[in-house]
């Protein structure tokens, strides 16, 4: 079945340097794809999103990179910030849609050493 | 910042009670979702919702119920709860571009059944 997970439970980054989150994921015909970060005591919260017809797409700090052939999302995040702790989660929409429903990883805690 | 409210934020109660989790959301979005996380766990769909009058159960299997009589307003009742519904339940909703299909969410609800 269609499944999304994440490689590393766990990151810790000092401050200022660059953070990379990864994830797997298993559903080839997925065409959509998104990164939330989520902070302790709140709801995830939309950090950027890539279409399957794209391999790149940068926002501000964030980039996140799409690898078709091997299957894996990757967030970039510049200069890490103690603001950027949080857990980090991949979601993939499959190709048939469903009414929009998505698929979470399991999520990476990112912690950030001043 | 979306404007999905949750309510309560926590909840203590005991065993055998019914309880419902509010959730409403003022972006007139039409499709709507009930997640159930663990602490430091993926999130696990357990129902959603197409628009008014539609309710669908989710990939994880659930003794809750929904129901959705306005656009707005999607609650989620459990007629007697038990310790193994311990858990936080997020909500979202999503507007009807599929092209970008950002979920956002509210802050939770975070359920103890003693």
């Known amino acids: 079945g269609e499944s999304v997970g994440l490689h590393l439970p766990t990151l810790s980054v000092q401050e200022g340097d660059n953070s990379i989150i990864n994830c797997a994921y298993s559903?080839?015909?997925?065409?959509?794809f998104i990164w939330y970060k989520q902070e302790s005591g709140k709801g995830p919260q939309f950090i950027i999103d890539?279409?399957?017809?794209?391999d790149k797409r940068q926002g501000q700090r964030v980039t996140v990179l799409l690898n078709k052939t091997v299957k894996h999302l990757s967030l970039q995040i510049a200069a890490t910030q103690p603001g950027d702790s949080a857990v980090y989660f991949c979601a993939e929409r499959g190709i048939n849609n469903q009414g929009g429903k998505l698929i979470f990883g399991q999520g990476t805690e990112l912690s950030v050493k001043p | 910042e979306a404007d999905i409210y949750q309510t309560p934020r926590y909840l203590v109660i005991g065993t055998g009670k019914k309880i419902t989790l509010e959730c409403s959301q003022t972006m007139g979005h039409d499709k709507m979702y009930w997640y159930q996380q663990d602490p430091g766990m993926e999130l696990h769909l357990i129902h959603y919702s197409y628009g008014v009058n539609s309710t669908e159960k989710g990939d994880l299997s659930s003794e809750s119920t929904v129901s959705r009589i306005r656009t707005e307003h999607f609650p989620l009742t459990l007629e007697s709860a038990r310790p193994s519904h311990t858990s936080q339940y997020l909500c979202?909703?999503?507007?009807?571009?599929?092209?970008?299909?950002?979920?956002?969410f509210g802050a939770g609800t975070r359920l103890s059944v003693l």
């Open positions: 890539i279409r399957s017809n794209m």
């Open positions: 559903n080839s015909a997925s065409d959509y």
């Open positions: 979202a909703s999503s507007g009807p571009n599929l092209a970008k299909n950002i979920q956002y």
